[in-house]
């Protein structure tokens, strides 16, 4: 029996855990990493062929993302989750395959022009998303599943999966595995959830367990003390902007996000709580969005908290109100940009960084009465992250785009548990884990929850780093990895980058060279922005 740790070791995304157990190989996740990468990831201890089952905790990319590779690398086992967690990877892992395709085209595109371009490959093909998905077993919450028994007592494995309140259908995972006449449970927590969000369950807790795996993305950090009022800030920003005769433009992430701002809006619509403009429409301009509200619809049963299942036995959608408009081709999207009355556009992605949001922003940012509404964290590089930070300009599909818009924020909405959060969710154990181990946090981060751990609650807690291996039998590292840091790649010489700077001279020439006739205005402007782009690079290199 051994478990070996490979993604989110000391880092936020990348999840990916191996059980070995009677010489079946089980993967607990396999997520994609995403944004900041510090660390090197350990390799799969076995290749994807021989491994048996994957547990997944939810359907969140850096959980599930990789699991069309496995497909594509000869995996043809099982992949047991949630019913709601495989309604919602089966869009997700589609979305993710025809976004890496996209790029790739893209990418390869901009090479033919420019040798310094590597030709990119999508990790896996939309073939490889449908062959993964025939593999997924729907299970329900709070029933023990029998994996695999092997009748001449050589082992067993039997799972449990347990609301965890952080994303529709996600779960903490009960594993007993016993292998010979040994027997150990492990508690995969998952992402522990943000406790009284809308429409889903607070965190279940876990009474037994030898070893725990938890996470500890906020465990170094508190929510606000006072309770956010995430429908009366909603409510002002929504009044004024109307008041000006402007669009209430909101940059969301399609699942999870949406339906929470979905609940909210229509509260404030059937609770009249907009003075200014009553009958407001409200648009979902993302197709992954619709088709993701609609799987909430779908799981409302199994998933939904007492507040929302209420609505439900009165006949009511949390989701759905008049004036709601869900946009799904092209066209309609276009359309929305030609809506003269204001609305409410919620559109992917989060972050600003692609999708149908950009086009909105180019129709809203530079207009002084509309508003631009950021509901989640806006990571650094991002262009969402820019226009919070206070950017005077953005550039959208190659047009620079003043900000003359509101830039607002509303807290609150995290799905994510805090240090106190963790603890509780810890403090339901009624026995005392043989260990803790805790995983996906930053490097500071899990390390010091571990370390807090220990102070505060007495349990054994380590953070391991990927590619540590333990022996459960015997309570020991077989293995205790050392941080192997990404390796970046060498930047340019002086002299190339210099050359580089002389031929994009020789293209504005160029340029400027074809400019004569256009419009006063436009040249005026085109002058205007080249003098200052000098006058900053100037003023830099001055001091």
Same mark, same amino acid.
């Given at each position: 029996? @051994?478990?070996?740790?490979?993604?989110?070791?000391? !880092?936020?995304?990348?999840?990916?855990?191996?059980?070995?157990?009677?010489?079946?190989?089980?993967?607990?996740?396999?997520?994609?990493?995403?944004?900041?990468?510090?660390?090197?990831? /350990?390799?799969?201890?076995?290749?994807? %062929?021989?491994?048996?089952?994957?547990?997944?905790?939810?359907?969140?990319?850096?959980?599930?993302?990789?699991?069309?590779?496995?497909?594509?690398?000869?995996?043809?086992?099982?992949?047991?989750?949630?019913?709601?967690?495989?309604?919602?990877?089966?869009?997700?892992?589609?979305?993710?395959?025809?976004?890496?395709?996209?790029? *790739?085209?893209?990418?390869?595109?901009?090479?033919?022009?420019?040798?310094?371009? !590597?030709?990119?490959?999508?990790?896996?093909?939309?073939?490889?998303?449908?062959?993964?998905?025939?593999?997924?077993?729907?299970?329900?919450?709070?029933?023990?599943?029998?994996?695999?028994?092997?009748?001449?007592?050589?082992?067993?494995?039997?799972?449990?999966?347990?609301?965890?309140?952080?994303?529709?259908?996600?779960?903490?995972?009960?594993?007993?595995?016993?292998?010979?006449?040994? !027997?150990?449970?492990?508690?995969?927590?998952?992402?522990?959830?943000?406790?009284? @969000?809308?429409?889903?369950?607070?965190?279940?807790?876990?009474?037994?367990?030898?070893?725990?795996?938890?996470?500890?993305?906020?465990?170094?950090?508190?929510?606000?003390?006072?309770?956010?009022?995430?429908?009366?800030?909603?409510?002002? +920003?929504?009044?004024?902007?109307?008041?000006?005769?402007?669009?209430?433009?909101?940059?969301?992430?399609?699942?999870?996000?949406?339906?929470?701002?979905?609940?909210?809006?229509?509260?404030?619509?059937?609770?009249?709580?907009?003075?200014?403009?009553?009958?407001?429409?409200?648009?979902?301009?993302?197709?992954?969005?619709?088709?993701?509200?609609?799987?909430?619809?779908?799981?409302?049963?199994?998933?939904?908290?007492?507040? *929302?299942?209420?609505?439900?036995?009165?006949?009511?959608? =949390?989701?759905?109100?008049?004036?709601?408009?869900?946009?799904?081709? /092209?066209?309609?999207?276009?359309?929305?940009?030609?809506?003269? !009355?204001? *609305?409410?556009?919620?559109?992917?992605?989060?972050?600003?960084?692609?999708?149908?949001?950009?086009?909105?922003?180019?129709?809203?940012?530079?207009?002084?009465?509309?508003?631009?509404?950021?509901?989640?964290?806006?990571?650094?590089?991002?262009?969402?992250?820019?226009?919070?930070?206070?950017?005077?300009?953005?550039?959208?599909?190659?047009?620079?785009?003043?900000?003359?818009?509101?830039?607002?924020?509303?807290?609150?909405?995290?799905?994510?548990?805090?240090?106190?959060?963790?603890?509780?969710?810890?403090?339901?154990?009624?026995?005392? =884990?043989?260990?803790?181990? &805790?995983?996906?946090?930053?490097?500071? &981060?899990?390390?010091?929850?571990?370390?807090?751990?220990?102070?505060?609650?007495?349990?054994?807690?380590? /953070?391991?780093?990927?590619?540590?291996?333990?022996?459960?039998?015997?309570?020991?590292? +077989?293995?205790? /990895?050392?941080?192997?840091?990404?390796?970046?790649?060498?930047?340019?010489?002086?002299?190339?980058?210099?050359?580089?700077?002389?031929? *994009?001279?020789?293209?504005?020439?160029? +340029?400027?060279?074809?400019?004569?006739?256009?419009?006063?205005?436009?040249?005026?402007?085109?002058?205007? @922005?080249?003098? %200052?782009?000098?006058?900053?690079?100037?003023?830099?290199?001055?001091?």
């Amino acid at each position: 029996m @051994q478990l070996t740790f490979i993604g989110a070791d000391h !880092e936020v995304t990348g999840s990916c855990h191996c059980l070995e157990i009677a010489g079946k190989h089980i993967l607990v996740d396999y997520g994609m990493e995403q944004g900041r990468d510090t660390f090197e990831n /350990a390799p799969l201890p076995v290749s994807a %062929a021989k491994i048996d089952y994957v547990f997944l905790t939810h359907a969140h990319v850096d959980h599930s993302g990789l699991l069309p590779l496995l497909a594509a690398q000869g995996f043809d086992g099982r992949v047991f989750a949630t019913e709601a967690t495989c309604d919602l990877c089966d869009i997700m892992l589609r979305d993710c395959a025809h976004i890496q395709a996209q790029e *790739a085209e893209w990418r390869n595109r901009k090479g033919k022009r420019n040798s310094d371009i !590597e030709q990119q490959t999508p990790q896996y093909s939309m073939e490889d998303v449908l062959k993964i998905l025939k593999c997924f077993i729907p299970c329900p919450y709070g029933e023990e599943i029998e994996v695999w028994r092997d009748d001449q007592g050589a082992g067993s494995i039997r799972i449990r999966f347990t609301d965890i309140g952080h994303l529709l259908g996600s779960a903490s995972i009960e594993v007993w595995a016993r292998e010979g006449v040994q !027997e150990r449970k492990f508690v995969f927590s998952g992402d522990i959830g943000n406790s009284d @969000q809308p429409l889903l369950r607070n965190p279940i807790c876990t009474e037994e367990a030898d070893y725990v795996i938890m996470e500890s993305t906020y465990g170094d950090r508190l929510h606000s003390a006072q309770k956010p009022d995430v429908l009366g800030d909603l409510v002002s +920003v929504l009044d004024r902007t109307f008041a000006r005769g402007g669009n209430v433009v909101i940059p969301s992430f399609a699942i999870g996000r949406t339906q929470e701002l979905l609940y909210f809006l229509r509260r404030i619509k059937i609770e009249h709580l907009v003075h200014t403009v009553e009958d407001f429409p409200v648009y979902v301009d993302s197709p992954l969005a619709v088709e993701a509200t609609d799987i909430f619809r779908r799981n409302q049963h199994s998933c939904y908290d007492g507040e *929302a299942a209420e609505l439900l036995r009165k006949g009511i959608n =949390p989701l759905s109100f008049p004036g709601l408009h869900l946009s799904i081709t /092209a066209d309609e999207s276009r359309a929305i940009n030609f809506v003269t !009355e204001p *609305a409410v556009i919620i559109s992917a992605s989060g972050m600003c960084e692609a999708g149908r949001i950009k086009h909105h922003l180019k129709h809203n940012l530079w207009r002084q009465e509309s508003t631009i509404l950021f509901v989640g964290y806006q990571s650094v590089g991002t262009l969402g992250r820019a226009i919070v930070d206070g950017a005077e300009q953005v550039k959208l599909f190659g047009e620079a785009v003043d900000v003359r818009a509101e830039i607002a924020r509303i807290t609150g909405l995290s799905g994510h548990a805090d240090k106190d959060g963790l603890l509780r969710w810890l403090d339901g154990f009624t026995n005392t =884990p043989r260990r803790v181990f &805790v995983v996906h946090g930053e490097d500071t &981060v899990s390390a010091g929850f571990a370390d807090l751990i220990r102070r505060t609650r007495g349990f054994e807690a380590d /953070a391991p780093y990927s590619g540590t291996i333990f022996d459960p039998v015997a309570n020991r590292y +077989v293995r205790e /990895a050392v941080p192997v840091p990404i390796k970046k790649k060498a930047k340019r010489g002086i002299s190339d980058v210099f050359e580089r700077l002389k031929a *994009a001279g020789a293209r504005l020439i160029a +340029v400027i060279g074809r400019a004569e006739g256009l419009p006063n205005k436009d040249l005026a402007k085109f002058a205007d @922005q080249v003098t %200052a782009l000098c006058d900053k690079w100037d003023n830099s290199k001055r001091g």
